[in-house]
């Protein structure tokens, strides 16, 4: 073949590649699913040339659209290769991979692997080859960090990424302050690091405090700092000092033997080595225990046995099981307690039924505790996209700090929807420097205002209105707050 022959052909080539392209891209796009669609598209070409060129073309597609490839409610996982054995394991089968096996496309090198999951689920996971070689998925850009490395992502369509966690650099920024503490009760030495706001006054005021578990891992994994910064600096919470202290030996500390000596150690050292460096309050409600699974189970543990220090617990996936659930039984058997609490726990995680019940209990024992469930797993994914929640049902931002000294704030100010997500009610809170013309509405994501909440005049101060969206179906709609010439918007979940 010369050369002008050989032109012919590649120009030809590329011209049915395209051409194959757009037939697949007519063809994914019929009512009963673009993968299921294309999958019996390729299955009724002539032959495994024709076959292999449909799946080049429709790769080009499903990259751009994103790879798990989303048809609705089912996610498409895609692996491309030649191997014996191709097996899904994340959080969605806790992380066993069992029977979900990939099939292979007949006369392709393409596997894939279909899964339903709510439009609003965020999923960590891996591709297991040939029964032992773990791997993240090759396809999919988006990773995530966990308490044993990465992970591959899957975000469904309605899934809003935490903004909060990222790096604002247009604001100010609060410092971190490195400490050893040796524990004479526990004769080890943790490492604490001390996070400090932006404008921190020692002699002006005294802070509100939070005491996580955990440490090292909220802040690397959970974007911690950033939070913080974000949710002062936005007037979503009061400034606050925070502490993160890295155990020594979790299990032995949190959940095994040493358990109660390290709770002992956290109320008589730790935290009377805080209140003597820095301006921090010595009430108890003033302060916030909180951790992650295990971390969960002795923040609980502290709360309870030392109410008079913390008088807040928060919970990450409280991992209660230890010690044939020695805590939850203590709390829902026991008297009632001053102490308030915030839980937060994924559907796709082993322990969503016994965070229900505790929950539940909680409630009918007349505790104040808040709650969200959301479909996600045991992960730092679900953990860092959900501090800011716990941070602000304890601590929210107030116009006057903790000495009055400040009574009407300076600027227009509207804090995002609480709870969110929501069903079916949540509230918006606002604060206006001075009086003047009000309006707020909520809008669909099409921009068809579908309830106006409130339209007048409102006088300089605090002001919150109640959302009721019982009559709408579950997804992501717009508040949009307008004080005479300022306008404030932002997204909100409904979940039924």
């Not at 010690?323 to 058997?333: A, G, K, M």
Request: aromatic residues 14%; glycine residues 8%.
């Amino acid at each position: 073949m010369d050369l002008n022959q050989k032109l012919k052909v590649d120009n030809f080539m590329k011209l049915f590649k395209i051409l194959l392209l757009l037939l697949v891209c007519t063809v994914i796009n019929s009512a009963q699913g673009r993968f299921q669609s294309f999958l019996e598209h390729v299955v009724s070409l002539p032959s495994n040339d024709d076959r292999m060129a449909a799946v080049d073309s429709f790769m080009i597609f499903a990259q751009n659209e994103g790879i798990p490839f989303v048809d609705n409610d089912t996610a498409n996982f895609l692996y491309r290769g030649n191997v014996s054995s191709l097996h899904l394991a994340g959080d969605m089968n806790g992380w066993t991979p069992g029977n979900n096996k990939f099939s292979k496309l007949i006369g392709t090198d393409l596997y894939f692997i279909r899964k339903k999951y709510e439009l609003n689920a965020r999923l960590d996971y891996k591709f297991v080859i040939n029964n032992a070689t773990w791997i993240l998925d090759p396809l999919n850009p988006n990773k995530i960090s966990g308490g044993y490395g990465p992970n591959s992502e899957l975000a469904m369509p309605e899934y809003i990424q935490p903004v909060e966690i990222i790096y604002n650099q247009g604001i100010e920024h609060g410092e971190i302050q490195q400490h050893s503490l040796h524990s004479v009760v526990m004769n080890r030495t943790y490492v604490v690091n001390v996070y400090l706001p932006a404008g921190y006054d020692p002699v002006g005021r005294t802070y509100q405090s939070v005491y996580f578990q955990d440490g090292g891992d909220y802040l690397n994994l959970a974007s911690s700092i950033n939070i913080l910064d974000n949710l002062i600096s936005e007037n979503k919470i009061n400034p606050v000092v925070a502490v993160f202290i890295t155990p020594t030996n979790r299990n032995d500390e949190y959940a095994e033997g040493n358990r109660f000596k390290y709770a002992e150690a956290f109320v008589t050292e730790l935290v009377p080595m805080v209140d003597s460096i820095y301006a921090t309050s010595g009430e108890s409600q003033d302060r916030l225990v909180m951790g992650d699974s295990f971390g969960g189970n002795i923040s609980a543990i502290i709360s309870w046995h030392y109410p008079e220090v913390f008088a807040n617990c928060g919970l990450h996936s409280g991992a209660f099981w230890p010690n044939n659930y020695e805590i939850y039984n203590t709390i829902v058997d026991g008297e009632k307690k001053n102490i308030k609490y915030y839980a937060v726990w994924g559907t796709y995680e082993g322990l969503f039924q016994n965070m229900r019940s505790f929950t539940n209990q909680l409630l009918n024992k007349g505790y104040e505790i808040g709650w969200s469930e959301y479909p996600e797993g045991h992960s730092w994914g679900l953990w860092r996209a959900t501090t800011d929640e716990i941070l602000e049902y304890f601590y929210p931002f107030t116009p006057t700090n903790l000495e009055a000294k400040v009574t009407i704030p300076e600027s227009f100010v509207v804090k995002q929807n609480y709870p969110n997500p929501f069903n079916p009610s949540t509230n918006i809170t606002y604060f206006l420097p001075e009086r003047g013309k009000v309006s707020i509405a909520i809008y669909s994501l099409l921009g068809e205002k579908i309830q106006e909440l409130f339209k007048g005049t409102e006088s300089a101060g605090e002001h919150s209105v109640n959302i009721n969206l019982n009559d709408k179906s579950s997804g992501v709609y717009i508040y949009r707050v307008i004080y005479n010439d300022n306008v404030s918007s932002g997204k909100m979940v409904l979940q039924k």
